[in-house]
């Protein structure tokens, strides 16, 4: 029978969903995680691969429970990046419980918990790192040493079998695999520095490790430039603003500038800043979640460089030598907060449309 | 000893000068009426129904203020029990069906033939919107009309109809379930 | 008056004009429907002309069903400020005035006057002015309302309103953007008729005496710019502009935005800062009904979509059912699996309830969309606080929080949020990743928080009065007791004065009474067939019904006497004393209230 459909302009749409947007974000990861990959093993794909089949399985099974439809939901690809975005965060070769546990919690506690989608007020892969990194520090800080200067090399058999037995094929731990040429136990760049300057030194004499390559981490560097790549493509194709990278990343480089020309052997140069740790990461990928980031323009440039400023006063005199996490959550905190005082003035409205008139 | 003197001195004082704030706070900022019956009153949807066993809204309104429940207005349906669960700061229940459901607006309609002109509509009419005399025939006035029902058990005829009040385009909810099918049925996509 | 008028004539000049926040860029889609010339339509079997075709108030009724019409004759007459007239399509009769399917979204049927056409289309007797600039501004005003004309571009305020102008006027705005994507009717009314379009320019030039007139073309239109800057070129204070391609920047507020930087203050109109607007299809039929004496009865209509095998632009005559224009554009039912026609552009229109939509005065395009051209929306995903609505948004406004509060009803919420200063142009929904449908959500919410306001004054006056009701039985009550008071004091008195004459006294009143009582019987009697044949007439005239109560009044006062007590106590008892026959009850219980 035919039947006259009746539906409220506008009867147009850009046909761009979330499945899409999500996807475009998955896909601008792609550069990073090759990068990672060839500098520093095929752990990363490992992690991958569990995190998605982990989140897929937990959002569907809640998704059955709550009666919702399931598939429609798993489209939208949002557990997918979340997945993905906890597994390039933590080292490649942490055990798979590791993975398995944060994603399960990103997406249960901290996403479904909340009410889905759209509802959660923190970050889930964030949320999810930081209890990881919480309750299971050892594994979460064994970061791996590039290629270029371990004394082990790996193969992706040897990373599978690290990650699920501890040890690859060969016999190794991954306390040995971290050692490098020089024989030492090697950290992120960012690790070695905070230890240096805690021990004494100065930042210019952390950097004379062999782990760096001038003010870069050696590997880091370029895994760094490869997000940024993919960030770069996800401006330019709108779906994300510059907004919240553009003023995260500036307020670092100013605060870690600044902090430089004031005792430049104490604080590290804002370059060192930029391109090691998972700053360039956080401030294309996490912090520009939507749901938990801030809504309104003005409100989205405070949310950056709020993260930003966490990020370096973290980094020099907090606990951990990498802050992303932190800083994101604690401004998904002050989000409400952000969005109700920065509200744009309504055209033809005289001031903003604040409540507080 | 002292100390014992001393502490209770001090209590004292305390005492009577907080007593003294608190005593010109009353006069001070004394508040006229009871306005918080008089915010009940406004939510409530002024049809004077009774239909909560009050005999109008204020008295209702008066009951709500003194502790009666908040879900025994049927014409005013969800959106009342919402507002004033939120002006009393209690739990918004649902309506309680003792007192009747939530039903479309509907105003009286007197069929003017059969109406022998007996004018107990009249005094029923909480809001005098029944126009007539002894004998004569009444009418309606659909404007002043609350829908309350009242007018409809004491007419000896029974010649007084509630009648739903008909939506125009301009009052229309964009429900388009609601739409009148005309020559095609209707699928409703969003 | 206006601090940066000269910069804005500067700016305007060099074409550095202005931008309005957000907007997008939907593909356009117009060479579907402009390449060919405007097409004249055979003369309908069957017109149906909406009383009401603008915002405002109907006119009053001129015809009867079964009253021969001519073509250009008016059906309806202004008696109000904001009522506008409708004129017959054609020559022919009229069949029926009835409720008929109205253009509006939701369908419900609304005063009709349906014509059978004679196939003559005789013209009505035309009477133009033979000379405008001589004519004065009042009867041009008045010939623009009897013409029937109120704006084509969409929303069909009364031109005439807007005309009647008497605030500083700066920029007289001639509104050729058509910023939706598929329509291309101003489009080919500007590139065929530009030369009447100015002359209803200059008539409205002559009518407001503005200090610029601006003629804003989207930049997507080359050859409506070029024939509008031909048709212009003469006057040196007509400026046509070419305005960057975005959606909406046809829109009032927005083209003011962009010509002028200037913005319509919330709850004002364009001319609180120095504009008046027009639409170039308004501007034509103004030339019409001046120039030739024409009212408003055919519009241009673009017939677009996938769905036409022949998509083009037509005069469509008010009140032609959108059935025969599918007739006209070759409608392929095999493009849609289930028919969807929508009466306006894909962003702002609605899709129509039947067949028998007639066009109005606003209908400016039919589009009938393949199913894979506009695909059918799907279910709504949870909103993920994107806000690409809010950088879409014209008005500035955030979209994502009005729909929170739209969806979980704080209204008051919403309000707060400026929910009505959204234009429902549909940006934010156009880029909605998780298809929520946030323009109808706003719409459910004006709807519910316009009928709410309105419950509130009627609550309001309920309250009114039903305590003035309590106030004046309680005023009734006391007066009764009072005089109850005064008349048992009395007579204690009398008895204490005189003990003997009292019992003859009684017995006098009681025989007076008795006496009264069978006067009052026949007087009665005859009164009842009195009223019941003016029974009919009363109903009609309240007033009437009044003076009546108040001869009953009279009568009751006279029973009163003898039964105030009995009533009083019944009265007291209960609603519905038991009584012998209703007459007697209603005049007693009429007593108690008239007391």
Redesign the interface.
Known sequence: MTMLSLSSSPHHHNRRDIGQVMRLVCYATIPGILANVWFFGFGILIQVVLAIITALVTEGVIMELRKKKTERVLKDYSAVLAALLLAISIPPLAPWWVIVIGTFFSIAVVKQLYGGLGYNMFNPAMAGYVMLLISFPVQMTSWLPPFSIAEQSHSLWDAIHTVFTGFTSTGFSVEQLKVGIDGTTMATPLDEVKTALLQGYTVTEAKSHIMFDGNYGKGWLWVAIAYLLGGLFLIKTKVINWHIPGSMLASAALLSLFLFLLDGDQYASPLFHLFNGSLIVGAFFIATDPVSASTTSKGRIIFGAAIGLWVIIIRNWGGYPDAIAFAVLIMNMAVPLIDYYTQPRTYGHKNKASKDS | MTLTVFALAAIALLALIFGALLGFAAIRFKVEGDPLVDQI?AI?????CGQCGYP???PYAEAIANGDDINKCPPGGE?TI?ELSALMGVEAKPLDAAHGVEDVKKVAFIR?DEC?????C???C????I???????H?ILID?C?GCDLCVD?C?VDCIDMVPVE???S??????N????????????? | MFANYDKIIERISLNQLWDFPGGVHPPQQKTLSNQSSIEYLQVEKTYYVPVKQHIGIEGKLLVCEGDKVLKGQALTTSEAPFSVPVHAPTSGAVTKITNHVSAHPSGIPELSVIIDADGQDTWIELDPVPDYAKTSKSELIERICDAGISGMGGAGFPTHIKTNNSKPLEFLIINGIECEPYISSDDRLMREHAWQIRQGIDILVHILQPKQVIVAVEDNKPEALETMSIACQQKINYQVVSVPTKYPAGGEKQLIQVLTSREVPANGLPIDVGCIMYNVATCYAIADAIVEGKPLIERVVTLTGEGFKSPKNVWARLGTPIQSLLTYGDYDQSQQSSPRFIMGGPMMGFTVTSMLTPIVKISNCILVPADNELPHPEDERACIRCSACSDVCPASLLPQQLFWYSKAKELEKAEEYNLFDCIECGACAYVCPSEIPLVHYYRQAKADIRNQKEEKEKSDKAKIRFEARKARLLKEKEQREEKHRLAAEARKASLSTDGGGTKDKIAAALARAKAKKEALAKQEALAEKEALAKQEALAKQAPHIADLAESEKTKAVSVSEVSTEVVASQTAQGASPAKDSPEDDAAANEETKEL
């Open positions: 009153d409530l949807p002024q049809t004077q109008g809204c204020k959106t919402r003017e022998i002109g007996c004018t107990k009249i005094q029923a909480p809001v005098d919107a126009l007539g005399a002894a004998k004569q025939m009418t002043e609350t004491p000896p939506v125009d385009s009052h229309w909810e964009w429900k388009f609601k739409v009148p099918v005309g020559d095609i049925p209707i699928r409703q996509m969003s």
